[in-house]
């Protein structure tokens, strides 16, 4: 067995406070803001419009 590589970007040195925040982030994320959904959506119509060939309007 190989000892990890402490540079490698899959390994994070995380306190405990911060290990237990993340984890709680990721069992209970918070509710998308307008902005978010605001985001979503104009990034779903520039995919359509680029799937589709439409011209886009930004």
Do not use: C, Y
């Amino acid at each position: 067995m190989t000892t990890p590589d402490i540079e490698s970007p899959d390994h994070t040195d995380l306190k405990k406070i911060d290990h237990e925040r993340f984890f709680e982030a990721i069992d209970s994320p918070p509710l998308p803001t307008e902005a978010l959904r605001l985001a979503f959506r104009r990034a779903k119509m520039r995919s359509v419009q680029r799937d589709t060939g439409l011209a886009t309007t930004d």
